[in-house]
């Protein structure tokens, strides 16, 4: 949660010298700049959380726990999906906390929009949690590909979904943006910002559900694919 909160201490602060910053694209009708800013944190909390959970099972492979996982009759997939659990419930609960904290700021929590945002930050976290797992089946015995890959991947996907800064048509060069419409987080943080908000019926939401959706879905299949190909 380090990270999170680095920015929500030392960056959200300087949005709220900037004119309409709460306001761009439309993300928001409060005009706190804590609104719009607060639920990419969240994105960023499920992208640093779930991103690095691979590593733990670099570890058991290392000690050799995981070859001993392998010998029983457990279902493979079972195996994926239970650590994924695991990783959404540790998300879930410094979410909820991250919330708690940003009470006493001008941050407006609507129940229902909060509750929508964290079942859609869920679905993202079991497909980037899953991926990191399927990453370090991949990485098996090579420590240095799973980092490599991993923080290649990790700083584009946060830098380019606009959590600290909007990516719009007129703010961005025409290549940043096209760049950051590929990115499945942006949806994702745009979708987080509308339901924060208590606007169901945007688009955005749409796209963003579907996009997290997505993720899921590969990121299981990855998984699940990488945990039956594994061998003792």
């Given at each position: 949660m380090l990270l999170p909160f680095l920015f929500l201490a030392l960056f959200a602060p300087l949005l709220s010298g900037l004119s309409g910053m709460s306001r761009v694209g439309g993300n928001t009708g409060t005009g706190s700049s804590w609104q719009w800013f607060a639920p990419g944190m969240l994105v960023l909390l499920a992208l640093s959380a779930t991103a690095g959970a691979g590593a733990s099972l670099l570890n058991e492979m290392s000690s050799g726990a995981f070859e001993r996982m392998l010998v029983t009759p457990l279902n493979r997939a079972a195996m994926l999906v239970g650590r994924v659990l695991k990783e959404v419930v540790i998300l879930l609960a410094q979410a909820v906390l991250i919330l708690?904290?940003?009470?006493?700021?001008?941050?407006?929590?609507?129940?229902?929009?909060?509750?929508?945002?964290?079942?859609?930050?869920?679905?993202?976290?079991?497909?980037?949690?899953?991926?990191?797992?399927?990453?370090?089946?991949?990485?098996?015995?090579?420590?240095?590909?799973?980092?490599?890959?991993?923080?290649?991947?990790?700083?584009?996907?946060?830098?380019?979904?606009?959590?600290?800064?909007?990516?719009?048509?007129?703010?961005?060069?025409?290549?940043?943006?096209v760049l950051s419409r590929v990115n499945p987080a942006t949806y994702v943080v745009e979708a987080e910002r509308a339901l924060f908000d208590g606007r169901f019926a945007e688009t955005s939401v749409l796209y963003g559900g579907l996009a997290a959706t997505a993720v899921a879905v590969l990121g299981v299949v990855a998984g699940i694919r990488g945990m039956r190909d594994a061998s003792v």
């Amino acid at each position: 949660m380090l990270l999170p909160f680095l920015f929500l201490a030392l960056f959200a602060p300087l949005l709220s010298g900037l004119s309409g910053m709460s306001r761009v694209g439309g993300n928001t009708g409060t005009g706190s700049s804590w609104q719009w800013f607060a639920p990419g944190m969240l994105v960023l909390l499920a992208l640093s959380a779930t991103a690095g959970a691979g590593a733990s099972l670099l570890n058991e492979m290392s000690s050799g726990a995981f070859e001993r996982m392998l010998v029983t009759p457990l279902n493979r997939a079972a195996m994926l999906v239970g650590r994924v659990l695991k990783e959404v419930v540790i998300l879930l609960a410094q979410a909820v906390l991250i919330l708690v904290l940003l009470l006493p700021s001008s941050f407006r929590l609507r129940p229902l929009g909060a509750l929508a945002g964290l079942v859609l930050l869920m679905f993202f976290g079991v497909g980037i949690g899953a991926l990191s797992f399927a990453l370090a089946l991949r990485s098996r015995g090579r420590q240095t590909l799973f980092y490599g890959v991993q923080q290649m991947l990790f700083f584009p996907l946060l830098l380019l979904s606009g959590v600290l800064l909007p990516i719009t048509r007129g703010s961005a060069p025409t290549w940043l943006h096209v760049l950051s419409r590929v990115n499945p987080a942006t949806y994702v943080v745009e979708a987080e910002r509308a339901l924060f908000d208590g606007r169901f019926a945007e688009t955005s939401v749409l796209y963003g559900g579907l996009a997290a959706t997505a993720v899921a879905v590969l990121g299981v299949v990855a998984g699940i694919r990488g945990m039956r190909d594994a061998s003792v």
